[in-house]
């Protein structure tokens, strides 16, 4: 069965500072879809990033970064100087094969302070 | 360009009342899901449909809740009692097809659902 674990709940950190979001994984599929969701105060689910499981390269951009990590079964999510806009829960989540089904973690609240 | 739109945004009845969420997915996608948000339970996948045809509901949580797909562009979800329990926020997202590439879900606005 799949799962996602997302370990940290909160964060809190000072603006222009760089944060990490830990997202980790579980799948017995060889084909599997990972992804991040933005999830700001007004309450609406953006979509930020889908990566699939044949594509270990990194990606950048602009101040988002992701890590794909397969031996590790991780794709954490790093905001590099971060700003209070940037305050929201973050989800991260996973579909196998060609099912669409998405399983989402319990996600990461991040706080922004000027 | 329109994206998923979900009505209504806030509703807010008693217990026993009959509740209709409704949504409009992106046009073009053929791909339509309903999740439902709580803290205890997070965000958790109810029904989804491929071209109007409910594949999964296995997330449905029992038989007072019912979804329907009658053409590309509508779906609604009934929930028949409803019950306090039922309180939470529902999203509707829709998807592109994709032939072994996962598409990402797009997300309306979601209803604030609250049973008095």
């Known amino acids: 069965a799949q799962k996602v674990t997302q370990a940290q709940t909160e964060i809190s950190v000072v603006e222009k500072e760089d944060v990490t979001l830990d997202c980790v994984y579980e799948?017995?599929?060889?084909?599997?879809?990972l992804f991040w969701y933005k999830q700001p105060p007004s309450g609406e689910l953006v979509f930020l990033i889908r990566r699939n499981s044949f594509d270990e390269q990194n990606e950048i951009s602009g101040r988002y970064s992701w890590n794909f990590q397969k031996s590790t079964s991780s794709f954490n999510f790093t905001i590099t100087a971060s700003q209070v806009v940037d305050s929201a829960v973050y989800f991260c989540?996973?579909?196998?094969?060609?099912?669409?089904?998405?399983?989402f973690g319990k996600g990461i609240t991040l706080s922004v302070r000027p | 360009d329109a994206g998923v739109i979900q009505s209504p945004r806030h509703e807010v009845t008693e217990m026993g009342q009959e509740v209709t969420l409704r949504c409009k997915p992106i046009?073009?996608?053929?791909?339509l899901f309903w999740y439902r948000q709580t803290m205890m339970r997070g965000l958790e996948l109810l029904i989804y449909f491929n071209n109007n045809v409910p594949i999964d509901d296995s997330g449905m949580p029992e038989d007072r809740f019912s979804a329907k797909m009658p053409n590309a562009s509508f779906s609604t979800l009934k929930i028949q009692p409803s019950e306090p329990r039922d309180s939470a926020v529902y999203f509707c997202?829709?998807?592109?097809?994709?032939?072994?590439?996962?598409?990402?879900?797009?997300f309306g606005d979601g209803t604030r659902l609250s049973i008095l």
């Open positions: 997202a829709s998807s592109f097809p994709g032939i072994n590439s996962n598409q990402p879900q797009h």
């Open positions: 989540a996973l579909s196998e094969g060609a099912n669409s089904k998405l399983t």
């Open positions: 799948t017995r599929d060889t084909t599997y879809y």
């Open positions: 046009s073009g996608h053929n791909s």
